[in-house]
């Protein structure tokens, strides 16, 4: 698990588990019991887990509670708590359709093979108002091959979400991967929840086919480089082998060289016009509108933007950027990423300094891209005192952070951090390092 985003408030163990005890109406003034419930993520303990059965167990109806208790299950989802499994089972029946969604998450989290229960999950597909998408994943996610005939009712659902899992829980469960082609088309929809999901779902099938088609997706190069690691190691056998092997998969498919390094760079350095674009404007945007575009949550606008920024604004875009990133960017984290970026393109080198201090060692973990745009746009600045900072990076946990300090190190022309990056513990460092 991923830990730069759990222990955000501070409380330990026995703090968290005082407070999720806590009544409702005796709560001491700021505290919350959703953030215990939050908090116990990380302490896998009996204790943990036993409070936060008592939460979810709490029959208060005040909508406070229903969401500490759907919290809790998610937590319990996340611990693997199978001593857990009864009292999250008796939630499918709840009333309230997140509860449900909820208790159906964990379920898949913490696994199981009981047939009466996944039958029971199943049934939920046939029951009004629930979230189908969680409940199509899980029973794919489980191997539940009874629930085939039920999913296909869902593969022209309106919503192209619950769509987009139906057809990669069909292929999953039966092993045709047919209708894969249909998913990989969702990774160009207007709604950009539909592309996001879409990666998830090519995720979870192993389609590694579609590799290329992530790469040129107009969604945060989060979702897609998250996508392409983690179907990269699955291919080469770094991960998943064994769902890989039930589904008669071929574990070492892949080539480092020519199937994951060219997409892999090319999302990482992360140019519009490497993707596949799915917004245009009816009509010439001016430069203040183009760099409040940077700020959308639709990363598909934001690199309309870019591109537009980059074809008509060059020789004004610095500036306006500076007095952006002071006035709004600098505390978003969006728009942050983009401004880094930009200035490298633009090679802006008054921003030497802004993009190694406030970029490449920023240590706010929502940043984190932040801080790998920083490195590739000081390898586009050219200048070689960025050296050493980029050097430095190689210690750091963040794979993507030492891979962008590769490239960028590569474009500066230098060599000399190969053999360090060459005994990394990360197969995919050791990989870039060897073919520098």
Request: glycine fraction near 6%; hydrophobic fraction near 45%; proline fraction near 5%.
């Given at each position: 698990?991923?830990?730069?985003?759990?222990?955000?408030f501070?409380?330990?163990?026995?703090?968290?588990?005082?407070?999720?005890?806590?009544?409702?109406?005796?709560?001491?003034?700021?505290?919350?019991?959703?953030?215990?419930?939050?908090?116990?993520?990380?302490?896998p303990?009996?204790?943990?887990?036993?409070?936060?059965?008592?939460?979810?167990?709490?029959?208060?109806?005040?909508?406070?509670?229903?969401?500490?208790?759907?919290?809790?299950i998610?937590?319990?989802?996340?611990?693997?708590?199978?001593?857990?499994l009864?009292?999250?089972?008796?939630?499918?029946?709840?009333?309230?359709?997140?509860?449900?969604?909820?208790?159906?998450?964990?379920?898949?989290?913490?696994?199981?093979?009981?047939?009466?229960?996944?039958?029971?999950?199943?049934q939920?597909?046939?029951?009004?108002?629930?979230?189908?998408r969680?409940?199509?994943?899980?029973?794919?996610?489980?191997?539940?091959?009874?629930?085939?005939?039920?999913?296909?009712?869902?593969?022209?659902?309106?919503?192209?979400?619950i769509?987009?899992?139906?057809?990669?829980?069909?292929?999953?469960?039966?092993?045709?991967?047919?209708?894969?082609?249909?998913?990989?088309?969702?990774?160009?929809?207007?709604?950009?929840?539909?592309?996001?999901?879409?990666?998830?779902?090519?995720?979870d099938?192993?389609h590694?086919?579609?590799?290329?088609?992530?790469?040129?997706?107009?969604?945060?190069?989060?979702?897609?480089?998250?996508?392409?690691?983690?179907?990269?190691?699955?291919?080469?056998?770094?991960?998943?082998?064994?769902?890989?092997?039930?589904?008669?998969?071929?574990?070492?498919?892949?080539?480092?060289?020519?199937?994951?390094?060219?997409?892999?760079?090319?999302v990482?350095?992360?140019?519009?016009?490497?993707?596949?674009l799915?917004?245009?404007?009816?009509?010439?945007?001016?430069?203040?509108?183009?760099?409040?575009?940077?700020?959308?949550?639709?990363?598909?606008?934001?690199y309309?933007?870019?591109?537009?920024i980059?074809?008509?604004?060059r020789?004004?875009?610095?500036?306006?950027?500076?007095?952006?990133?002071?006035?709004?960017a600098?505390?978003?984290?969006?728009?942050?990423?983009?401004?880094?970026?930009?200035?490298?393109?633009?090679?802006?080198?008054?921003?030497?300094?802004?993009?190694?201090?406030?970029?490449?060692?920023?240590?706010?973990?929502?940043?984190?891209?932040?801080?790998?745009?920083?490195a590739?746009?000081?390898?586009?600045?050219?200048?070689v005192?960025?050296i050493?900072?980029?050097?430095?990076?190689?210690d750091?946990?963040?794979?993507?952070?030492?891979?962008?300090?590769?490239?960028?190190?590569?474009?500066?022309?230098?060599?000399?951090?190969?053999?360090?990056?060459?005994?990394?513990?990360?197969?995919?460092?050791?990989?870039?390092?060897?073919?520098?």
């Amino acid at each position: 698990m991923d830990k730069r985003f759990s222990s955000m408030f501070g409380l330990s163990e026995a703090e968290s588990i005082l407070l999720l005890d806590t009544p409702l109406g005796q709560l001491p003034e700021g505290q919350s019991r959703y953030v215990a419930a939050c908090e116990l993520v990380n302490f896998p303990t009996e204790a943990a887990i036993q409070a936060l059965i008592r939460a979810v167990q709490n029959p208060n109806p005040e909508l406070d509670n229903r969401i500490v208790r759907r919290k809790s299950i998610e937590t319990l989802g996340r611990l693997s708590a199978v001593q857990a499994l009864p009292m999250i089972r008796d939630c499918l029946g709840d009333e309230d359709c997140y509860t449900v969604e909820n208790a159906v998450w964990a379920i898949g989290e913490i696994g199981t093979d009981d047939a009466v229960l996944l039958e029971q999950v199943a049934q939920l597909l046939e029951t009004p108002n629930q979230t189908y998408r969680v409940i199509i994943h899980t029973l794919a996610k489980l191997g539940y091959e009874p629930a085939v005939a039920r999913i296909k009712t869902f593969v022209d659902d309106e919503d192209t979400t619950i769509a987009s899992a139906a057809m990669t829980a069909i292929a999953r469960l039966t092993g045709d991967r047919t209708p894969l082609s249909q998913v990989v088309e969702f990774l160009l929809h207007p709604n950009v929840y539909t592309r996001r999901l879409a990666i998830q779902d090519l995720i979870d099938a192993q389609h590694d086919e579609a590799i290329p088609a992530i790469a040129r997706t107009p969604v945060s190069l989060v979702f897609r480089l998250r996508g392409i690691r983690m179907l990269a190691d699955a291919g080469t056998g770094n991960a998943g082998t064994n769902q890989a092997k039930s589904a008669g998969i071929d574990i070492d498919r892949l080539n480092f060289a020519t199937d994951i390094q060219p997409w892999l760079e090319q999302v990482l350095w992360d140019r519009p016009e490497d993707l596949t674009l799915v917004h245009e404007y009816d009509q010439p945007p001016t430069l203040e509108f183009l760099i409040n575009e940077l700020y959308q949550t639709d990363f598909g606008r934001c690199y309309l933007a870019v591109k537009t920024i980059l074809a008509e604004h060059r020789e004004i875009a610095p500036a306006a950027l500076m007095v952006a990133y002071q006035e709004k960017a600098r505390a978003d984290y969006g728009g942050h990423y983009h401004v880094m970026k930009l200035l490298g393109r633009l090679h802006y080198e008054p921003a030497f300094e802004l993009m190694v201090q406030e970029g490449l060692n920023n240590p706010q973990p929502q940043f984190q891209k932040s801080r790998f745009a920083a490195a590739l746009s000081l390898g586009e600045l050219g200048n070689v005192e960025a050296i050493p900072a980029l050097k430095a990076c190689l210690d750091s946990p963040i794979w993507t952070i030492k891979y962008a300090a590769l490239m960028a190190l590569e474009k500066l022309g230098d060599r000399t951090a190969h053999d360090l990056a060459a005994q990394d513990s990360d197969w995919l460092i050791r990989a870039k390092a060897t073919s520098m």
